[in-house]
């Protein structure tokens, strides 16, 4: 069993690296075609730009340097033609139902109280905005506590009312700087709470380069803060696909995610990589996730929980009390609606908590720091994820407790589902109070219903045992020897790390027994929307079988990322 579970491990790891590699080196923006003419009215001057009327149509035919932001509401056309507008204001106070293309801008903007977009401060209610192929290189501070993006600054309750946002093809290059929900496209949007005037907002095929930070709460490499203090559930939702961070994130208080830093309401994540570090060490409650720092309130209902698939942390991540290798706070506790899920996604960056406050506790996990169960059937979902990075925990505090794990660190609640999960990574943990220091795979704080379907998980072997459901010994996680990962280097060598396709050093029919089922590994599995997915249904027999069913799904990752490239 050992070996066959110490080849299995191998080929997880070479499948996720080699595959994924493909996908973080292939993402190409859409440049505008040079045989295509622009079509309306051109604009030469700084004049002209002011001097458009407001649902017109136009196109950059050179560059130009505006000191003057475009005050009416801008819901015309704007081609920029791949011209740049130099700025130190933003572009427009308000756009409507406009569209925006082929346009980069430049410049430093720098303000003191106020709340600001380089593209546009905010947008107005019952719009269909589209953003299509726009790269931001201007550069945007303010001072004091205000909601600034690199795209779109802020919007209101009644901004959100019948309006879709749809930003695509389109790159943030430029730092961006605030006092409080502080993203790389957008500081904040509330979402609607009426459910017959819904509010969307995608953003697919994007990129953020440019540093975040926020120097109180809520910073996102995409998204500072998605949700505001209304019932929102059914009635608004965030889908970000396709898209890549790389611009590192940081907050001074609380709450930072790679794309998120904190969403209230439905939000689903597809086919998204995070590289860049994320920073939280000066607060004491500071939560951290590589995907998605806090989705979900703890104390009302205030939407679906979050769908997090397909999806990849490669970045550092630091918090001074919940941290998460996709996300670090997940689901809430009077969660009524769609349940919160988190599958066939990887973890390789380190994970770093250290609690100097008395009386603080920790929460640090490869996959979530923090989750609550389910107050229904439809249960809270980690299934067929892979952590690969390292976990350290430290802490100076005279009391307090410190949870780490390879995929969950700590559940609270109900109705959960933990299942066909992989664990590769280290754990450490130091304290000054040792009965209360834990290393784990989950930790379950109640026994109610749903936690018998946290099964076939396997890590390696911690300092300590590992522990679940109330602080007993683990009885769904299978242990992987010091012996095993040793084993499994030694294959992964032979399979050549780098290489896109690689060949096995052994034939398929050793791996598993003879009779082995090898059909999913050609397989696609389709991706739902969080109402309609259902937890994936763990295997029920055989050791071989339920390893496969594991390492499966991380094969296929590869296989359907590098065929949703191939769509574009």
């Known amino acids: 069993m050992k070996k066959t579970l110490s080849i299995i491990v191998a080929i997880a790891m070479i499948l996720s690296m080699s595959m994924i590699s493909v996908y973080a080196e292939d993402i190409i923006l859409i440049a505008p075609n040079p045989n295509s003419a622009p079509e309306g009215t051109a604009i030469t001057t ?13 196109y950059l035919a050179n560059d130009i340097t505006i000191d003057t932001t475009y005050a009416a509401t801008f819901a015309g056309t704007l081609d920029g033609n791949g011209k740049t507008i130099t700025t130190s204001v933003p572009v427009f106070a308000v756009l409507g139902s406009a569209t925006i293309k082929n346009l980069k801008l430049a410049g430093n903007i720098a303000i003191d109280e106020a709340h600001a977009g380089v593209l546009t401060v905010t947008v107005a209610g019952e719009s269909t905005l589209v953003i299509d192929n726009v790269e931001n290189n ?3 501070t303010v001072a004091k506590k ?16 019948n309006t879709t946002i749809t930003i695509k093809n389109s790159t943030n290059n430029a730092d961006i700087t605030g006092g409080w929900r502080v993203g790389g496209f957008l500081g904040y949007a509330p979402g609607s709470d009426d459910a017959a005037k819904p509010f969307n907002m995608v953003i697919d095929n994007c990129v953020n380069n440019g540093s975040i930070y926020s120097s109180e709460s809520y910073s996102g490499g995409f998204v ?11 009635k608004c939702c965030l889908t970000i696909t396709n898209s890549t961070n790389n611009g590192n994130v ?14 209230l309401g439905k939000m689903v994540v597809k086919f998204c ?3 860049a570090d994320l920073t939280a060490t000066a607060g004491q409650n500071m939560t951290v996730g590589g995907i998605i720092g806090v989705s979900g309130s703890e104390t009302k209902n205030y939407g679906d929980g979050a769908t997090v698939v397909w999806c990849i942390n490669r970045g550092k991540l630091s918090s001074t009390s919940k941290v998460g290798g996709l996300v670090g706070n997940l689901g809430n506790s009077k969660q009524a609606n769609g349940a919160a899920l988190i599958a066939n996604c990887i973890n390789y960056g380190e994970i770093t908590i250290e609690n100097c406050y008395s009386g603080g506790t920790t929460y640090a996990g490869g996959i979530a720091g923090y989750m609550y169960g389910g107050s ?3 249960s809270n979902t980690i299934t067929n994820c892979l952590n690969l990075g390292k976990i350290t925990g430290e802490t100076s505090a005279a009391s307090g407790k410190n949870y780490a794990a390879g995929i969950l660190a700590y559940v609270n609640g109900n109705y959960i589902t933990i299942a066909n999960n992989l664990n590769l990574g280290e754990i450490t943990l130091t304290s000054t ?9 989950f930790f379950n704080n109640t026994t109610g219903a749903g936690s018998e379907a946290c099964v076939n998980n396997y890590s390696i072997a911690v300092p300590a045992q590992l522990l679940e459901k109330n602080g007993t010994v683990a009885n769904s996680t299978t242990v992987i020897t010091a012996a095993d990962a040793a084993l499994c280097e030694k294959l992964g060598a032979d399979w050549g790390m780098g290489d896109t396709n690689p060949v096995p050093a052994m034939d398929r029919t050793t791996i598993g027994g003879e009779g082995a089922d090898f059909s999913i590994f050609e397989e696609k599995p389709e991706v739902t929307e969080p109402e309609t997915t259902e937890p994936v249904t763990p295997p029920t027999t055989g050791d071989s079988t339920v390893i496969f069913a594991v390492i499966a799904v991380i094969s296929i990752l590869g296989a359907a990322v590098v065929a949703k490239r191939r769509e574009f």
């Open 46 to 58: 700084a004049a002209e730009f002011a001097a458009m009327t407001a649902d017109g149509k136009y």
């Open 138 to 140: 201007c550069k945007l």
């Open 146 to 161: 205000n909601d600034v993006g690199g795209f779109i600054g802020v919007m209101d309750y009644n901004a959100c009312y």
């Open 224 to 234: 500072g803060r998605f949700g505001g203090t209304k019932d929102i559930s059914g």
């Open 250 to 263: 940081a907050a001074a208080i609380s709450q930072i995610g790679g794309f998120a830093g904190y969403v």
């Open 273 to 275: 990589i995070n590289t």
């Open 376 to 378: 229904g059937e439809g």
């Open 433 to 441: 109070t040792t009965a209360d220091k834990f290393t784990h795979t």
